[in-house]
Nanobody, 121 residues
Framework: QVQLVESGGGLVQAGGSLKLSCDVI????????MTWNRQAPGNQRELVAS???????YYVDSVKDRFTIFRDNTNNTIYLQMNNLKPEDTAVYSC???????????????WGQGTQVTVSS
């Protein structure tokens, strides 16, 4: 069984920074694609950032040059560094991965439960 557990959310003033962590718990052979997403009350879930195993990255326009997605391969943790936070960044942030559990196996998608980020003005 593979689980994703996010942490690092909290309350921060506008202009501040937070670093979110997504721990991948359980055995995976390889992670092909990783994402950070967010959902604010009344809004649909939005893809914020993604990164492929080859290093290609995507960021939604509203977070470009402020957020960075990266991975620590030594401990299978995916991070989202968020700088210069704005009140409109307030949302529940969740991570997702597409991964193989065995070499050459099927790709499965896994999601975490999310962590709340609140940015005050």
């Amino acid at each position: 069984q593979v689980q994703l557990v996010e942490s690092g959310g909290g309350l921060v003033q506008a202009g501040g920074s937070l670093k979110l962590s997504c721990d991948v718990i359980g055995s995976v052979f390889s992670i092909a694609h990783m994402t950070w997403n967010r959902q604010a009350p009344g809004n649909q879930r939005e893809l914020v950032a993604s990164r492929t195993s080859g290093g290609a990255q995507y960021y939604v326009d509203s977070v470009k040059d402020r957020f960075t997605i990266f991975r620590d391969n030594t401990n299978n943790t995916i991070y989202l560094q968020m700088n210069n936070l704005k009140p409109e960044d307030t949302a529940v942030y969740s991570c997702g991965i597409q991964a193989r559990r065995v070499n050459g196996g099927k790709v499965y998608e896994y999601w975490g439960q999310g962590t709340q980020v609140t940015v005050s003005s």
